[in-house]
């Protein structure tokens, strides 16, 4: 894993500041987190209005909430959501009244499995509420009366979401995805949030070939907002105008639309090897550069087929739209115990996590940025080297041999249907000494994209 760096621990601060905010699909926690996101790296916030038709959903109402409490005759608050945001199911509509317990515990969810854990628990689009607490404070109520209030509102008003657009050489796009909806949960949500808001700096320090877009949006509903919002911009086409028809067997996946690449990023800081989840394609581009990055850099990692269930990956991948969007994360979707808990709090991520899932981001758009097809402007029998002075060019490098290597595979490959991860792939060479080996031979004219 990576060294803890500067950028880990400003990362690390971003979800320490984002942790006491209660979020939700929509609401005033989305905005305020949106704000401190914006002082990092300038956004353009959309608020969507409730009612508004987006693909088969619609825009629900707006929920915020003030207060809530369980309290006992004397007034002592047993479960406070003051102490944290996971103690209210998200989505309760608003109560106020005085009950037993027996009434309370139809409403009240723990986890008996982990007892001094507080769950995570939504009611989105059903009308209902409650509370979350660890079990040890349950088994600690007596039998009697509680008061018990919640301070919310569901009323019309606006799902919010937020982009970043970093320039690029060409308008093809690639999209980045993080979810801003879930509450204190320091991994299933900020860690994402932190790794893409960096990420976006540095490719920002630099002019990238593609234009990366970064979405900060709700899970699920905010994806499908932003697509049905984008439909032009994603493949082309008004989704309204119906179901695409389905490809011929061979035929290339549809590419009439401006996004080319993404990735959604989540569970983004804690201690596990990273995985990378496959677009539903599952040969993507983005694909074969995240198995290849994964793979030369020796880091521990697993690569998982697509599945319809997980993140936003599973909206951008949707048969409609099929674009080549995967997942990074480190340990994925529901696989580690603390997933949904009051367990995944600050002391469950790192600065080290971060950074390291930062680096592999950045490794791989290096590769997507590089990755061409060139066509050998030269192609009956080897072209002279020495004489146009590449040889020559290269002196002092550590691995003249292996680039003048790759100049040979470059070369050779260059067809027109190779690119240069086909050559890394198959020569074996590293994909930024073929990188540097192309450059030099378009360089001199041996060589066009």
Same mark, same amino acid.
């Given at each position: ?6 950028? %880990? ?19 005033? /926690? ?48 047993? *479960?406070?959501?003051?102490? #944290? ?66 301070? #919310?509102?569901?009323? &019309? ?7 970043? *657009?970093?320039?690029?050489? +060409?308008?093809?796009? +690639?999209? *980045? ?119 030369? #850099? ?13 993140? &936003? ?11 080549? +969007? ?54 009956? %029998? ?6 146009? /002075? ?8 550590? &691995? ?18 190779? #690119? ?30």
């Amino acid at each position: 894993m990576a060294p803890v760096t500067e950028i %880990g621990q400003e990362m690390y601060a971003l979800v320490e500041r984002l942790y006491p905010l209660c979020r939700s699909i929509t609401g005033d /926690g989305v905005r305020a987190t949106l704000d401190i996101v914006g002082e990092y790296i300038p956004l353009q916030t959309h608020e969507v209005p409730t009612g508004t038709q987006v693909l088969d959903w619609t825009v629900p109402q707006e929920w915020n909430i003030r207060d809530a409490y369980i309290a006992d005759t004397t007034g002592h608050r047993i *479960v406070d959501f003051a102490a #944290s945001s996971l103690h209210v199911l998200g989505y309760s509509v608003p109560v106020s009244a005085t009950m037993p317990l027996a009434e309370l515990r139809e409403h009240l969810h723990t986890l008996p499995d982990h007892p001094s854990w507080v769950p995570y628990r939504t009611s989105y689009y059903k009308p209902d509420w409650g509370f979350c607490l660890a079990q040890d404070t349950l088994d600690a109520m007596p039998d009697g009366e509680y008061e018990v209030r919640i301070d #919310s509102t569901l009323a &019309d008003g606006h799902l919010t979401y937020a982009e970043h *657009v970093v320039p690029g050489q +060409v308008p093809d796009e +690639v999209i *980045v995805s993080c979810h801003v909806c879930h509450p204190s949960l320091a991994n299933d949500n900020l860690a994402g949030i932190a790794v893409a808001t960096f990420l976006a700096r540095a490719l920002a320090r630099r002019t990238p070939y593609y234009t990366y877009r970064f979405i900060f949006a709700p899970g699920t509903i905010g994806a499908i907002t932003w697509l049905a919002r984008n439909a032009e911009r994603v493949n082309g086409a008004s989704p309204a105008l119906g179901a695409p028809p389905g490809r011929r067997l061979g035929e290339e996946p549809r590419a009439g639309g401006r996004v080319k690449h993404g990735l959604v990023l989540a569970c983004a800081g804690d201690s596990g090897h990273l995985t990378y989840k496959q677009s539903r394609r599952g040969d993507a581009e983005i694909d074969r550069v995240m198995r290849h990055v994964l793979t030369a #850099s020796e880091r521990p990692h697993r690569v998982t087929e697509f599945t319809p269930y997980g993140y &936003d990956e599973r909206q951008f991948c949707s048969p409609g739209f099929d674009l080549g +969007v995967g997942s990074l994360s480190r340990t994925p979707y529901a696989g580690y115990p603390e997933y949904h808990t009051s367990a995944d709090n600050l002391d469950f991520v790192s600065p080290e996590a971060m950074t390291d899932t930062l680096a592999v981001c950045r490794e791989a758009f290096a590769v997507l940025d590089r990755n061409r097809q060139y066509v050998n402007l030269s192609p009956y %029998g080897e072209p002279q080297l020495g004489r146009r /002075g590449l040889y020559d060019a290269l002196g002092g490098r550590s &691995d003249t041999k292996q680039t003048q290597m790759a100049m040979l595979w470059v070369l050779s490959l260059s067809d027109g249907e190779h #690119s240069l991860l086909d050559v890394a792939e198959r020569s074996g060479l590293p994909f930024d000494t073929v990188a540097v080996a192309a450059d030099a031979l378009h360089g001199a004219g041996l060589i066009k994209a």
